[in-house]
């Protein structure tokens, strides 16, 4: 069975505090891909970030950084100093590669408020 | 480029009523996906589709079903809508899965 798992449903800080999101995955293939989306309160999904599972390297993007640790089956995303304009809610997701038409199997989402 | 375009963007359907959600992309993707987001539930597979005349269920098809004629266009119907079928619906395509997915913009939808 595949399953994505983000346990916090809803996380508030203030405006330049760092802030990280927890994703844990569950999957039985031994290739898969994992992504980060998020959704602004405008609706449409927003493409963040593709990692396989053979690449276990972290990737920082800007203020984005992405921890992926196989052995304890997580993926989680980090904001550094973070603004207003990353409130929104932010969605794990893992395509396993025998998933026929690897559908993406989603979290259920964090809600990200950042105050000023 | 125009991505994967999905109309209506709003719709409100009594109970009962049919309608079919439109969906199009000219990246000539062969995998295309329906899902459904309702609050606080994440999105889930309604549909997809790994080629035209190819269709497959997905973890929430009851009161759905698609076609795929063209590798363009993967339309949803709903037939006798129901309350619970109020959500926000989601198409998306991909060329192979491992290179990302592109979604539409959504269509909100009511059923009173």
């Known amino acids: 069975a595949q399953k994505v798992t983000q346990a916090q449903t809803e996380i508030s800080v203030v405006e330049k505090e760092d802030v990280t999101l927890d994703c844990v995955y569950e999957?039985?293939?031994?290739?898969?891909?994992l992504f980060w989306y998020k959704q602004p309160p405008s609706g449409e999904l927003v493409f963040l970030i593709r990692r396989n599972s053979f690449d276990e390297q972290n990737e920082i993007s800007g203020r984005y950084s992405w921890n992926f640790q196989k052995s304890t089956s997580s993926f989680n995303f980090t904001i550094t100093a973070s603004q207003v304009v990353d409130s929104a809610v932010y969605f794990c997701a893992l395509s396993p590669r025998t998933n026929s038409g690897y559908a993406l199997n989603f979290g259920k989402g964090t809600s990200l408020l950042v105050t000023p | 480029n125009a991505g994967v375009t999905q109309t209506p963007k709003f719709r409100i359907l009594k109970i009962g009523q049919s309608m079919t959600l439109q969906c199009t992309q000219d990246m000539n993707h062969n995998y295309m996906y329906w899902y459904r987001q309702d609050p606080g539930m994440g999105l889930k597979l309604i549909y997809y589709s790994v080629g035209a005349g190819i269709t497959d269920k997905g973890e929430v098809p009851n009161g759905y079903n698609v076609s795929r004629s063209t590798t363009e266009d993967f339309p949803l119907r709903l037939e006798l809508a129901a309350p619970s079928q109020t959500s926000v619906y989601f198409c998306?395509?991909?060329?192979?899965?491992?290179?990302?997915?592109?979604f539409g913009s959504g269509t909100r939808l009511t059923v009173v």
């Open positions: 998306a395509s991909s060329q192979s899965g491992q290179w990302g997915y592109t």
């Open positions: 999957t039985r293939d031994t290739t898969y891909y």
